[in-house]
């Protein structure tokens, strides 16, 4: 399924490589920067003065007073409110780590107690940058330390100490080291997780209200149709009785004439829309035998040259159930149905079984099915589930290619459906105690409780 019969064609396609711009705003980071410079100085000011502690008081308040100048210029910039590209807020954090790492160099590197704050900026920066700005701020942060564990000031004590043992110091080293590639690995796959599945769900939304738009047009279009049949109808009486009235050789015989052929025209008009929407399965909201509802989710995806067969399977002679025609169910099984023409060879069912603990649609097409390694993950967003094999049915096997099913199977589960994703074996067990299509392909199964099926 592509995102282009889904979503309106200037809405932007996110996915997970494209640049993650306007992700934090300049006020955050200034309040962040504005903490660790009110935090640096406590810290300052408690080991030198309640201490007593010797520290090196110029360059420690110099680097503090930068972070503070910088803080001052960038609120200068429209107030802090400027959303930051992806590029200005590396470098942003880029800085925060590079002075704190000047803070570490004087005043005991590695060994300093706070040396683990290294870690805060490449942290923020794997939740909100890209794949590229992370792996060189983790980089940067890998350099910082080193530098640390070979270049330092000693501990401010009050008299000189034994520094750490060399096989302590590259342990701190190493342990730190090893958390900057784990943090930074770890934060940026959630948080890339938690902006797909964001992202997939917008999607779902502009999904839905594109199909609740369409429906309420039909329906729009049917009120005016019986709205404007009235008035209509009492004009074409007009007109009826001016031509009937008016003498032959009078000059506004032809234009009365014109009237009433436009008259007519208007209500065949009318008449056109009126059954328009019963054509496309009556109102939205109207709740529709189970076979009808497959055939008006399936009508704008058909293509001529694949066969489409709905299968009727009730188990135990009960009666065909109705399902509400909300958009939710006609773009969730409509958008199965479509998948399943892309990729079908010659054919395409839809089995549609019912008892009376529930109901099942089953999509099958005879194509290549979904890869076996990928059937675990089906209905995550932004997962190309048959790309490997969509070249030769002419498919890009894009990397949005999932986003289809992922909208499709969130729609329908919000009717309270449970949605399944298989490939067919090559001899299929019965649906409904009836066999279906074999062979090689792909099965979506969806299914409703009666409690569910017929609301």
Known sequence: MTLANTLPAALPVPTQWSQPDGRITLRTLILIRWVAVIGQLAAVAFVNLGLGFPLPLGPVLAAISASALLNGVAMAQRGGRLRLADRDAALYLSYDMLQLTLLLYLTGGLSNPFAILLLAPMTVGAAILSRYSTVLLTGLNLICLTALALWHFPLPWEEPVRSMAPLYAFGVWLS??????????????????????????????????????????????????????????????????????????????EDVELLQSQVMRCR??????????????????????????????????????????????????????????????????????????????????????????????????????????????????????????????????????????????????????????????PADPPVGGHAVQGGTGARISVRWKTINAKK
């Open 176 to 253: 730190l080291s090893v958390s900057s590639v784990f943090i930074a690995g770890y934060v940026f796959r959630v948080a890339a997780e938690a902006r797909r599945f964001a992202d997939a769900l917008a999607a779902s939304q502009v999904a839905l209200a594109r199909e609740q738009r369409l429906g309420a047009l039909g329906a729009l279009a049917a009120a005016a149709a019986h709205e404007l049949g009235s008035p209509l109808g009492t004009i074409a009486v007009v007109a009826k009785e001016l031509a009937h009235d008016l003498p032959s050789d009078s000059p506004y015989t």
């Open 268 to 425: 065949e008009i009318l008449a056109d829309l009126a059954r328009k929407p019963e054509a496309d399965g009556g109102d939205p909201f109207e709740r529709l035998p189970l076979t009808a509802l497959i055939e008006a989710a399936a009508a704008p995806h058909r293509q001529g040259h694949i066969t489409f067969v709905v299968e009727s399977h009730p188990v135990g002679g009960a009666e065909e159930p109705f399902l509400r025609r909300s958009p939710e169910i006609i773009h969730g099984i409509g958008n199965f149905i479509q998948n399943a023409h892309q990729f079908a060879r010659q054919k395409v069912t839809v089995a549609a079984a019912w008892d009376g603990r529930g109901v099942t649609i089953t999509v099958m097409d005879d194509g290549p099915g979904f890869p076996p390694h990928l059937l675990g993950r089906i209905g995550e967003p932004y997962l190309s589930v048959r790309g490997d094999r969509a070249g030769q049915h002419g498919h890009t096997g894009g990397s949005h290619m999932g986003l289809g099913i992922f909208i499709a199977q969130t729609l329908l589960e919000k009717t309270g459906a449970s949605v399944q994703y298989a490939n067919n074996p």
